[in-house]
C-alpha cells in the first residue's frame, strides 16, 4: 500500500476538535487517493454574530465524546447507504467559539455532483437535528440555551426520518 493510501487511511471520517481546521487541507485529504472521484461538496458552518436578531458574542458548544463521535459516524454510515458516495468527512468544532469562526465542515466526494450534494445536504440536516451538542450563546442580555428549530426537524424529514430532538 502507499504511503498516501496508508496516511488518509488514517484519517478519521469524524473528528470532534477545539482547533480550526482547513478546507483546501481537508478536501485534499478525502479525495488524495481516489482517481474516481468527479466531485467534491462541502459545507462550513460559522458562528453568526448576530441570531434571531440578537448579536452574539460567544457561542459555547458542548458534546459528550465517544458518544457524539458514535451518532456522527451512525449518520455517515447511513450516507453511503442511501447515496452513491465515495468519501465523507464531518469536522465539529467543540468549545468557546467568536463570531465568524468556522463551527462544522462536511465533505463528501462521490463520481458525480448530484449524489455529493444530497449527501452533503442529509449530513448537514441529521447533524443539526440529531447529533448530540449543545450550544449556548452569549449577548448583550446573557447567555441562553439555543433550542432546535422547527425548520430543521422539517429538513430532516425529507429524508424519511423523524427528529428525536437532541441535535441543535
Known amino acids: 500500500m502507499s504511503p498516501a493510501l496508508l496516511a488518509s487511511s ?70 453511503f447507504e442511501r447515496f452513491d458516495i465515495l468519501g465523507a468527512r464531518v469536522i465539529h468544532r467543540v468549545g468557546p467559539l467568536g463570531p465568524r469562526a468556522q463551527i462544522v465542515l462536511v465533505l463528501v466526494s462521490a463520481r458525480h455532483r448530484g449524489q455529493a450534494f444530497q449527501a452533503c445536504e442529509f449530513l448537514m440536516d441529521y447533524l443539526k437535528t ?21 425548520t430543521d426537524d422539517e429538513a430532516l424529514a425529507r429524508w424519511g426520518i423523524q427528529a428525536e430532538g437532541n441535535g441543535t
Request: no cysteine; net charge negative; glycine share 10%.
Open 130 to 150: 440529531q447529533a448530540p451538542f449543545w450550544k449556548k450563546e452569549h449577548g448583550p442580555s446573557g447567555a441562553h440555551w439555543v433550542d432546535a428549530r422547527v
Open 10 to 79: 488514517a484519517v478519521p471520517r469524524v473528528r470532534i476538535q477545539t482547533d480550526d481546521f482547513d478546507l483546501s487541507a481537508e478536501t485534499l485529504s478525502l479525495r488524495a487517493d481516489d482517481g474516481g472521484v468527479g466531485a467534491v461538496v462541502s459545507f462550513v458552518g460559522t458562528v453568526r454574530d448576530g441570531a434571531d436578531g440578537s448579536p452574539v458574542s460567544l457561542m459555547e458548544l458542548e458534546h459528550y465524546p465517544g458518544m457524539t463521535e458514535a451518532a456522527i459516524e451512525a449518520m455517515v454510515d447511513q450516507a
